[in-house]
């Protein structure tokens, strides 16, 4: 990253929960509406113009959007949201994904490989009551979770970090998933659709979840409904190697009957 686009990050991870949800807010509006003016997103957000002027500097420096004269217009559909913004988005159906997928780890010794992302972080939290389980990750932020349960063990990828996941990947990331044995694999995705199978944005991070998923017994993948039928840049998986994909009921039906007709056994977790 370049030193504006550290101190944009840096003012992301500062701010308080509040603004990471208002920046979240302004990105959607920018992106149902394509362009948005200052005054109407003041308006609209209930905000002054001067904080809306603030976040929209963020936003732009991050690649986000694109400041305009009085306003803001949407980059495009694909943009990959840094995770400290991500983390404030489905707050809700995430957590019982989580608890779902959580449900699912037997109780005994077991290895859970766990990629990156908030809806794998909040599956890591809901196995605080497991006993004897090794997690396999290359997130930073799991492995951080994982030590404050003394009960679990964790074991670290190497591997290059990417500042918008906090993840490690590449070759050496690859190697560590390569050289392991998991029972289950537990995978986030940005896109999961019958057509394209689990995708992410990034090519590199997508390989190294590939390497994660070819060494494991069974995975689960697990999105919240807005990721549904939606397909990004790099496959990590086809559905054929997919035994659960763990969602809520917001997701498209039409889609998730093409999933299952795929093989794939699909738990709606706030109706199951």
């Known amino acids: 990253m370049s030193a504006s686009d550290e101190s944009s990050f840096a003012a992301i991870q ?4 509040k603004r990471a949800q208002r920046m979240v807010e302004i990105l959607d509006l920018v992106a149902a509406r394509g362009h948005v003016t200052l005054d109407a997103m003041a308006a609209e957000l209930g905000i002054s113009a001067a904080t809306a002027r603030r976040d929209l500097a963020v936003l732009a420096d991050q690649k986000l959007l694109i400041r305009t004269h009085g306003g803001a217009t949407s980059i495009s559909h694909g943009t990959e949201l840094p995770v400290v913004l991500r983390d404030t988005k489905f707050q809700d159906a995430k957590r019982l994904i989580a608890r779902r997928t959580a449900a699912l780890i037997p109780l ?3 290895a859970v490989a766990l990629s ?3 809806t794998t972080a909040g599956v890591a939290r809901a196995l605080a009551g497991h006993r004897e389980l ?8 799991i492995a ?13 990828t190497g591997g290059v970090l990417r500042p918008q996941s906090l993840e490690l990947v590449g070759v050496l990331a690859e190697n560590t998933f390569s050289a392991v044995n998991v ?6 995705a940005d896109g999961v659709s019958a057509a394209a199978g689990v ?4 090519e590199t991070e997508a390989r190294t979840n590939h390497a994660m998923v ?10 919240d409904g807005s990721k549904i039928g939606r397909v990004a840049l790099a496959q990590m998986s086809e559905l054929d190697q997919i035994d659960f994909l763990i969602t809520d009921s917001s997701a498209d039906a039409v889609e998730l009957d093409r999933i299952r007709q795929a093989g794939v056994r699909v738990v709606l977790a706030d109706t199951e």
């Open 183 to 188: 029972g289950t694999a537990i995978l986030g």
């Open 14 to 17: 500062g701010g308080s929960a």
């Open 144 to 156: 951080g979770l994982v030590t404050l349960y003394p009960q679990l063990k964790v074991i670290m």
């Open 134 to 141: 090794t997690i396999v990750t290359n997130s930073l932020t």
């Open 108 to 110: 005994e010794r077991h």
């Open 199 to 202: 995708t992410t944005h990034d």
């Open 214 to 223: 070819a060494k494991a017994q069974r995975t689960i993948v697990v999105a």
């Open 116 to 118: 990156g992302g908030t």
